[in-house]
């Protein structure tokens, strides 16, 4: 069965840092290109970026450009989504989610096929 579990999420005040990660069972993460989204409450899923499958070529959102950074552990099965400079507007439930084989990505929910549960980032002092 594939699944992805999110994880790394919590409080964090103003311009401080996280580490999420998106690890998968069931299958091997390197050759599914992966994306971040969030959805603050009352809004609608927004897509951050992804990392294209047996790739490192990322994709990101203008919100996010230059804060936020996707990368790969295939060791670990993960994908990892660094976030820097946070701010309380990052607040959300950050979720990733996965797709077979593309050549390139986009951060649109329709893109994708499996999602994880989602882990809560809430941004404040």
């Known amino acids: 069965q594939l699944q992805l579990v999110e994880s790394g999420g919590g409080l964090v005040q103003p311009g401080g840092s996280l580490r999420l990660s998106c690890t998968a069972t069931?299958?091997?993460?390197?050759?599914?290109?992966i994306g971040w989204f969030r959805q603050a409450p009352g809004k609608e899923r927004e897509g951050l970026g992804c990392?294209?499958?047996?790739?490192?070529?990322?994709n990101y959102a203008e919100s996010v450009k230059g804060r936020f950074t996707i990368s790969r552990d295939n060791a670990e099965n993960t994908v990892f989504l660094q976030s820097n400079s946070l701010k309380p507007e990052d607040t959300a439930v950050y979720y990733c989610?996965?797709?077979?084989?593309?050549?390139?990505?986009?951060?649109?929910?329709?893109?994708?096929?499996?999602w994880g549960q989602g882990t809560q980032v809430t941004v404040s002092s």
């Open positions: 989610a996965a797709v077979f084989a593309t050549r390139g990505c986009r951060a649109d929910p329709g893109w994708f096929d499996y």
């Open positions: 069931g299958f091997t993460l390197n050759y599914y290109t």
């Open positions: 990392i294209v499958s047996r790739s490192d070529s990322t």
